[in-house]
């Protein structure tokens, strides 16, 4: 466990800093004590949202369904639930988060 990702049970807790506008979707290291992910979709309307929530469905081969924005819906710091991940990304930030799966 650590400051930026967390098991709860079978799902993984994301503590995250959103980065909207840009270039292309990505993880980016850390951030203080979050994880710091970029967003190729601007932050109007809900579309970075929009866009994290697929990003991380991808990443953490889950649908969509299971992936809940719990907190900081109207900010760039987000507390991310991802139900039951069949995979974690290979980056330094999920390192230690494998033994789980």
């Known amino acids: 466990m650590t400051d930026h990702a ?3 049970a ?3 807790v994301l503590f995250c800093h959103l980065q909207p506008g840009a ?3 990505e993880f980016a290291g850390l951030h203080a004590e979050r994880i710091k992910i970029r967003i190729h ?3 109007v309307d809900g579309k970075a949202n929009s866009q994290l929530i697929a990003f991380l469905s991808a990443a953490f081969a889950v649908g969509k369904n299971a ?3 719990e907190s900081g819906e109207l900010s760039r710091q987000k507390r991310v639930r991802i139900e039951q991940p ?5 980056s330094a930030e ?5 033994a789980k799966l």
């Open 86 to 90: 069949n995979t974690i990304p290979d």
């Open 41 to 43: 979709a601007p932050p």
């Open 94 to 98: 999920f390192a230690h988060l494998h």
């Open 23 to 25: 270039k292309r979707s």
């Open 67 to 69: 992936i809940h924005i």
């Open 6 to 8: 967390r098991w709860e």
């Open 10 to 12: 079978n799902d993984l």
